[in-house]
């Protein structure tokens, strides 16, 4: 039970905002045209039932006037299904398009800004695929969600109806072998005990299949995503011959699920088994069970059939269990998903409000850059890097150096808010633009403009901008390609992506711009000539620039040199291994 109440307080907890959002009064609009479908598919079910026992009355009594009136009363009643059953799947189609709609954009929203789908990486690593989760998990737990309640509902309403049926045919129908015996309304409770017995088998053969749904959704997203990702490497891994060891690495993962998805089939398999006899059993043990009363005169032929399908109707609402067991599974390992995601995104909100173990970043009134006692450090507590102290002003320049490994990229995270660990301040310059840019220059898809305007829209860039910037940095022979819709992370080379990388910063003119390595695939020569270009024209920004190689030292008026020291978990707070030195 208590399982029970806590998936019920979870599926409230992922459903209700859509219901509670703007597009609410058009939402229970819709669930009150599905609700109104459903029970008029019930009221159909109820009426065809009612049908029979006329039907077959009339025919044990041969009279043609009855039997050619209700072969009229079908036909209207055919039209009713027909009308219903239409009805009840366009409003239920409409109501999952708009709901998915409305939770994608809700869960993009939340998780594409302030460096969640970054972060999540360190404060949530057990939560995995977290992309394919939106992508995948929203439309399957709402189709399914879609599918339960409808079922149950009528489950529920068939109940009622057919109930209120089979009570009155339990009073003139005499229990087999006991005529003198009389439990009211005993065909309803023998309904019941027929679908209990059948509902705990079914959960003995099946209660599996949640576990195994869960980690099959798991499995089939690692392969998506290591198949998707070898793609989007496929130059690096050609270049090196690399496909055996991608080869390995998908088999594996294909194996996992493979090996998961043959437990699902075989658990999968053996309650099929038993929903299938069930199912055939359910057609012929109603009218077993009243056929004595028939035979010995009680009954007309008539409410033999009558009783048989409420019988059987009111078994199949005790029994929706039995018969939804499967998609109850995977509707379940859907909700535990989506469920994992909030808290993921939950979770990296309450360690951006915490005020200890993480980087403090706030604005103030000048235009000066600063840092206090700021402390990088891995979740687990071992030190990363550090700077005790740095205050920079409009113009100022400063290298970053150190071996590989020392925490100079960290050290970029750490300075824009997305490094989870750490104690420390950071104050930039208030209404000032602060633009990072990494040593691979990100490229989203669509066209060249689009590339370069990066990460603004590309309509709020002007072309006479775009153009201009292109002919800064070397690139005017891509001026006539601007719409061009392409794959420019792979089409251009890495130094005209570091190029662009340049171009966006002439177009932003942020306040303090964090370069990693930003001439790296570029000659020594072009690499100076570009970056000496950018300071001119940007001469009042602040600038930070990682670069190993000290290609640009002659272009900072500062250094900080990060050294690596295997320092060990150490309380949060000490400071970091830090030189720095004019240039």
Known sequence: MEHIVLALRTFFRV???YFRSGERRTACLLLGAIVTAELALVYVAVSVINWNARFYNALEKRDWNAFYSELETFAFIVASAVAAGASQYYFGQTLQIRWRRWLTANYVSRWMADGRHYRARFVAPHVDNIHLRIANDVYLFIQRTHELTTGLLGSIVAFASFAYILWGLSAMTPMPGLPSFIIPGWLIWGALLYATAGTLIAHWIGWRLIPLNFNQQRYESDFRFAIVR?????EPIALIRGE???RAELSQRFSNLVG????LVATQTRLVGFIGGY????TVVPALIVSPAYLSGAIPLGSLVQAALAFNKVEGAFAFCISSYGKIAEWKAMLDRLAQFEDAMNSVDESRAQSEGVVAISQHSDASFGVDGLSIRLPDGSLIAGMPQLSLRAGDRVLITGPSGAGKSTLFRALTGLWPSGTGRVRFPEGGE??????RPYFPLGTLRRAIAYPRADDEVTEEAILAALNEVGLSHLSARLDETADWGVLLSGGEQQRIGIARALIRKPAVLLFDEPVAALADASGRDLYRMLLDRLPDAIVMTIDRREVL???????VALDRRDAGPTPLGSAAPLATMPA
Do not use: I
């Not at 070898?230 to 496929?234: E, G, P, Q, R, V």
């Not at 998961?260 to 437990?263: A, K, L």
């Not at 199912?279 to 359910?282: K, L, N, V």
């Open 15 to 17: 459903a209700l905002p």
């Open 230 to 234: 070898a793609a989007d490497h496929s």
């Open 434 to 439: 602060v633009l990072a840019m990494p040593q």
């Open 279 to 282: 199912a055939q059993a359910s």
């Open 260 to 263: 998961n998805w043959t437990r």
């Open 244 to 246: 055996p060891v991608e």
């Open 553 to 559: 030292r002659d272009f900072h008026s500062g250094l």
